[in-house]
């Protein structure tokens, strides 16, 4: 029986999107469980997966949107319509895009279901449970933690007031373990073998965020799993005589079309058309309209008006891609940055120096690695969520004396500010400490307030002192073989498209620093797990330069001149500062090349600083560059960045193609030369990962902006933390799941774009079709409509359009004034 408990429980959470903790942030497609679905049939409910229809009635007014824009969007979405015969009579100076844009305009369609707020009856009763067991630092320890959360709550339980007296006496006779009480639950409400993961699932979704990082730490923790909750959820229901959670229609339902329009509906609709479009149209002309109609029932207008939307920024985005040849001469210095919307101002100013030429790659530079610092507890995995860290590295000091002292620095630093904590949470020593310390900490906030940058200066020059800082490298030769780190190097220059080198390579990682914000490791890099990209870059650096590796590069065709020499940087997106790391491993050969690159790379932060203070609220481009700066450290600051809000697409490419648009800090950048990767394995690897993890954000920032309140994680005026855990809204409940309000908009003002992925390829197509067909994940993507794809394998050769039927020619910017059919290709076969 408990094997198979556990096996329904594994089926019941097959569908559940694990939820990373706030601490290290990763963005994640919430609805991921629908992909294999069309995306405008992913009926999760009460949730919206569009704008309401006027938002894009307005856009339509105000010229975002076009009548081009839905013409073609009425022919991608309606194939039918082509099959249209012309109009006649009273109709004959109609299309039938004029008939269906002006339903589209003019029609009320049904008012989008409200966002489902479901009830749990059982929630105040396990989620204070759940807090005090899951809590990393604790005022005090849970009891019986050690022996699992069932088994700790079975015990302490029995003393919760929330409980009647009763209830809590059943509880001393509950099984002891976990899968026994589910099934004990099972046979008390007598449920069939065939309903019960139905039930199972249900009592998942009561609390979907909860559930979701109960998944992710079952992975990662394994103290404890969804067995063990479930187990709980059900004896309190059974205790409190309540039936179990009703089961919600499963995924399956979603994969069923909408239902065709009512006739009836239907007619009105041509009625009301022809009175507009066409007076003294006969019954047959209505009849003709309400056949064309019934093509496009009221369901599908809020998808047309989304594919017209994007449409309309993806033709612009294209129309932008002006090839920009690189300078004849070769460049003095290379800077590699994420490939994060972020980088792409700080490439465009970078490059201002024509000495100076930029590459995209995802911000872990394909160095996989869990880390510690030297003599550190605890480490960090800096890698992307897709992978698991198989290689650990430290550092290894240039200094022990030094390195000693900085330990017991550190040590000492933790251990007060861990005796602050107890102090300050303990039941009386609050009072003794205010009276005690209230006039520094006094004055310490009115710093923090009114002199932001000054406090942060002073607080950090007080660590340096107490734990000085130390040079160090590294360990990356002892966690890899020579052979891995060849390896590596080889898929980065082959993934990154770097073929020629300057005699400067920067290798510049990315993270976010800001103040008295929850969501901070949402602004880190998400290729090194939601924590800053310092030490990859380092690693990085470490194995381009090693001589060994250069060797084996050479002898495989990939050769790194000996007066290259690679530089591990750190790149902050508030600040937008690059600072160089491990400066004590520069040679002095190439120490004045980095001097020149540190002065360029300030110059650039200052444009970019006020290229951004116009988007930012709050902020005024005219302030002085330490005001903008100063929203890092400014602990009342709630927007001290935008962090990849805007994000719409992602150009897999050489930089030649992007170099002349500005793409306004909307684009992910991946570098990519198809001369280079003659295999084809360097694009597999990036359409399988750095493209799934693109759209993980992208949808994270589209239904966040969608679903503020149960996809997102509604306004931060109301949010608890819970440890490094999560947030609550509020005191009990779920975990919020996505990212707050404040991230995506300002009051009801979007600063997100709703919009899709469109990922756009420049690659040989056959090579592009070849991975995708043979990638279920990416096939449901693509086919599915969640994410669109545009490709050419050549700067010469025109875009073309993937469908689920095959390729087919990009439209232009204005279509064709007849509706003429578009020729489609075969899945098997290539433009």
């Not at 730490?217 to 799993?225: C, Q, V």
């Not at 029932?297 to 033709?315: N, S, V």
């Amino acid at each position: 029986m408990t094997l198979l408990v556990h096996a329904q429980v594994a089926q019941a959470a097959r569908d559940t999107v694990a939820g990373w903790p706030i601490a290290s942030f990763i963005a994640t497609n919430p609805l991921a469980p629908y992909e294999a679905t069309r995306f405008d049939h992913a009926a999760a409910p009460g949730t919206h997966l569009t704008l309401p229809v006027e938002a894009y009635r307005a856009a339509f007014t105000s010229g975002r949107i076009t009548r081009d824009d839905l013409v073609l969007a009425l022919r991608a979405r309606g194939a039918e319509l082509r099959g249209v015969p012309p109009f006649t009579g009273a109709l004959a100076h109609l299309s039938p895009e004029d008939v269906l844009i002006e339903d589209m305009l003019h029609t009320d369609t049904p008012p989008a279901p409200a966002p489902a707020t479901p009830t749990d009856p059982v929630a105040d009763l396990v989620v204070p449970w759940l807090a005090a067991f899951l809590d990393p630092d604790p005022q005090w320890q849970l009891p019986e933690r050690d022996r699992g959360f069932y088994a700790a709550w079975r015990a302490l339980a029995t003393h919760d007031p929330r409980l009647s007296r009763p209830a809590r006496r059943r509880l001393r006779d509950a099984p002891e373990q976990a899968s026994t009480a589910i099934a004990a639950c099972f046979t008390a409400w007598g449920t069939r073998d065939a309903d019960r993961v139905a039930l199972l699932t249900a009592e998942l979704a009561a609390l979907p965020g909860w559930t979701g990082y109960l998944k992710w730490r079952s992975e990662h923790d394994g103290d404890i799993d969804l067995t063990e909750y479930l187990a709980v959820r059900l004896t309190v229901r059974l205790l409190l005589d309540l039936p179990p959670t009703e089961a919600q229609p499963d995924a399956a339902a979603a994969t069923t079309a909408p239902a065709p329009t009512p006739g009836a509906e239907v007619h009105a609709r041509a009625v009301r058309l022809a009175d507009a479009l066409a007076p003294g149209a006969t019954p047959a002309d209505v009849a003709t309209l309400a056949r064309l109609l019934a093509l496009h029932p009221l369901d599908d207008h809020p998808f047309t008006w989304q594919a017209a939307y994007e449409g309309h920024y993806r033709r612009d985005l294209l129309a932008s891609l002006t090839p920009h040849p690189l300078a004849p001469t070769a460049p003095h210095t290379q800077v590699v940055l994420c490939i994060d919307p972020r980088s792409e101002g700080l490439r465009r100013h970078l490059e201002t120096d024509a000495g100076v030429e930029t590459f995209g790659f995802a911000g872990f530079f394909g160095v996989p690695v869990r880390f510690a610092t030297y003599e550190g507890r605890g480490s960090i995995d800096s890698l992307p969520a897709l992978l698991q860290p198989k290689h650990a590295v430290t550092e290894e000091p240039a200094d022990s004396d030094r390195a000693r002292a900085r330990t017991r620095g550190l040590r000492a630093l933790d251990a007060a500010s861990h005796s602050l904590h107890v102090t300050e949470n303990a039941t009386a020593t609050p009072f003794a400490l205010a009276e005690a310390t209230g006039f520094l900490f006094g004055v310490s906030s009115v710093v923090r307030t009114l002199a932001p940058t000054l406090h942060h200066t002073l607080t950090r020059r007080w660590r340096d002192r107490i734990a000085p800082p130390v040079d160090s490298r590294v360990t990356i030769a002892s966690a890899f073989t020579v052979e891995e780190r060849a390896t590596l190097a080889e898929a980065g220059l082959r993934m990154m498209g770097l073929g020629r080198f300057a005699p400067l390579v920067v290798l510049a990682g990315h993270g976010s620093v800001s103040t008295n914000n929850l969501y901070q490791a949402a602004l880190d890099c998400g290729a090194c797990g939601g924590n800053p990209g310092a030490v990859n870059a380092r690693a990085a650096a470490e194995i381009f330069n090693d001589p060994e590796v250069r060797e084996i590069l050479a002898a495989r065709g990939l050769e790194i001149p000996a007066g290259t020499h690679f530089v591990a940087a750190l790149h902050d997106t508030v600040a937008d500062r690059v600072t160089i790391l491990d400066r004590h491993l520069i040679p002095d050969s190439h120490a004045t090349l980095v001097d020149d690159f540190t002065t360029q790379a300030d110059a650039a932060a200052d444009g970019l600083v006020r290229e951004r203070a116009v988007d930012l609220p709050g902020a005024d481009p005219m302030d002085s560059l330490a005001k903008l700066r100063a929203r890092a450290h400014d602990w009342a600051e709630v927007y001290p960045e935008l962090g990849l809000a805007g994000n719409a697409a992602m150009i897999i490419g050489p930089r030649e193609m992007t170099r002349s648009a500005n793409l306004g800090r909307r684009v992910f950048l991946h570098s990519y030369d198809a001369a280079l990767d003659p295999e084809g394995t360097g694009l597999e690897t990036i359409l399988t990962a750095p493209v799934v993890v693109a759209q993980w954000i992208n949808h994270q920032y589209y239904f966040s902006t969608l679903n503020p309140d149960t996809l997102g994680a509604g306004t931060k005026t109301i949010h608890n933390a819970i440890g490094g855990i999560g947030v609550l809204a509020g005191h009990s409940g779920d975990l919020q799941r996505g990212l707050p309000r404040q991230s995506v908009a300002v009051g009801d003002a979007l600063l997100h774009e709703p919009l899709r992925l469109s990922v756009i390829v420049q690659a040989p197509i056959d090579r592009v079709s070849a991975i995708v067909s043979g990638n279920q994940v990416l096939r449901d993507l693509f086919d599915n409509e969640w994410i669109s794809l545009t490709a050419r394998s050549t700067a010469a050769d025109p875009w073309w359009t993937y469908t689920a039927l095959g390729w087919v020619p990009t439209p232009a910017t204005t279509p064709d004034p007849t509706p003429t059919a578009t020729p489609t290709l075969t899945r098997t076969e290539t433009p």
